[in-house]
């Protein structure tokens, strides 16, 4: 009997440590401490941080430098730094704005998905400036359309050239049937000031005109490229492992 009991505690600590030590959009995002937080933001299959405006290489090659991009809410996020002209210090040209975007760092985001809202609310609710029950709320919430957001240590060139001009600056493409998918309407998000750009979120339908999906289940990778100023910005999204508790996240 007490050689039982040990085997069954033995078990029950190694699951602990094994739950502990996974993925953390494995386990509920009401446990995340700030380490998984910054792991869900930095190295999951919906984060790509660290991007440079010279397009993404595939497999073991993609370079994922975290160190300067910064990520979304946390201390690093340096997306409100502009270069040249800014709301408060006129100045600047599109010379300057496209400079700016070329020497600048890409986060890149799947913000639909319920993984990296959970980690955008679960780091509020750590700071004190949202509760518990309501970021469950929130997070339990599946928007209508699927949500790319885009970080940068210079969000000069979104800040001259404002959201519209950016509508016909991305795509999604699938990898499968090369189909590409163009944003409804790109909105910005802003800083305390209300002015300042902090983020730009590109908003892709679900379903196609005819109600198809627009990206179908049995799709392996989506690709996400943006022209930003002379530079273009290309990454990709492995959507078979972009699965969470539930199940498929986008």
Do not use: C
Request: glycine share 8%; no cysteine; net charge neutral.
């Amino acid at each position: 009997m007490r050689n039982t009991t040990l085997a069954i505690l033995a078990v029950l600590t190694l699951a602990v440590v094994v739950w502990a030590g996974g993925d953390p959009w494995k386990k509920p995002f009401s446990t995340w401490t700030d380490s998984d937080i910054n792991a869900v933001l930095q190295t999951s299959p919906w984060a790509k941080a660290g991007i440079r405006p010279v397009g993404a290489q595939h497999s073991a090659e993609m370079s994922q430098a975290t160190g300067s991009g910064g990520v979304a809410g946390s201390s690093s996020d340096l997306s409100h730094v502009s270069a040249g002209a800014t709301t408060d210090r006129p100045g600047g040209s599109e010379k300057q704005a496209s400079a700016a975007a070329a020497d600048a760092t890409y986060s890149i985001f799947w913000w639909s998905s319920r993984t990296i809202r959970a980690a955008s609310m679960r780091r509020q609710v750590l700071k004190g400036t949202m509760t518990e029950v309501d970021a469950e709320k929130a997070v339990a919430v599946s928007p209508d359309e699927y949500m790319i957001l885009v970080q940068s240590t210079s969000m000069y060139i979104f800040q001259q050239r404002g959201e519209k001009a950016f509508e016909s600056a991305g795509y999604l493409q699938t990898k499968k049937t090369k189909q590409k998918i163009s944003p409804s309407h790109v909105a910005f998000l802003k800083g305390p000031d209300g002015q300042s750009v902090t983020g730009a979120v590109f908003y892709f339908p679900k379903k196609s005109a005819n109600g198809e999906p627009t990206i179908s289940p049995d799709e392996k990778e989506i690709d996400f490229y943006l022209q930003v100023g002379g530079s273009k910005l290309l990454t990709y999204f492995e959507t078979k492992k972009m699965v969470d508790s539930q199940g498929e996240d986008l």
